[in-house]
């Protein structure tokens, strides 16, 4: 379609001006879809020191990947390397795995409107590195535009639906009694 062939021109083009920092970050991204993500933007945020918290994020992942993945299967839509060898893509992919919608974006959003809530004052610095996350999946060349788009509507959507969860409210209870004790959030 001309949509798909102008979100291919968009990648190639990402490709040759991306920068060495912007590809290493877009690598770390790759590698990383887990609560990591935003350590480097909270100062003070050690997921591995946080039980409580890690829990929700991660069953906000998790919840997320089984719509995601459900999505994916539906949609089948090829990677972008599939219709141009030669553009250039920082992770390499093994086997089949659909694009649409980004599965890594998901996740990031998920865990992202899960931990503005736990920390509100916070909220906007979780959610652009929830932004810049999923960009970099349009960095790796691994994603179109829209991929990215319907990641973050997916993944906002379960986070919102697992908050109305009477059992997640608990949890969330836990993890913000946690964060505070913490000295993260009031």
Do not use: W
């Not at 899960?114 to 909220?123: D, E």
């Not at 994603?143 to 409210?169: C, E, I, M, W």
Request: aromatic residues 6%.
């Amino acid at each position: 379609s001309a949509e798909q062939k102008s979100e291919l021109a968009e990648l190639q083009a990402l490709a040759k001006t991306r920068s060495d920092e912007r590809l290493k970050q877009a690598r770390f991204d790759d590698e990383t879809q887990n609560a990591e993500i935003f350590r480097s933007v909270i100062p003070g945020f050690d997921p591995t020191k946080l039980p409580q918290t890690l829990k929700v994020l991660d069953a906000a992942k998790r919840e997320s990947g089984l719509v995601s993945r459900t999505a994916k299967e539906y949609f089948d839509r090829k990677r972008p390397y599939e219709f141009d060898a030669a553009l250039n893509v920082c992770a390499p992919h093994k086997g089949k795995n659909a694009t649409y919608p980004s599965g890594h974006t998901t996740a990031g959003f998920s865990m992202a409107v899960t931990l503005a809530h736990l920390l509100p004052t916070q909220a906007g610095t979780v959610l652009a590195r929830a932004k810049t996350y999923g960009e970099s999946r349009m960095i790796c060349g691994v994603h179109y535009r829209s991929d990215v788009a319907a990641g973050q509507v997916v993944g906002t959507a379960v986070a919102l639906a697992l908050l109305q969860n009477p059992k997640f409210q608990t949890e969330m209870a836990a993890a913000k009694a946690e964060l505070v004790a913490a000295g993260l959030t009031k």
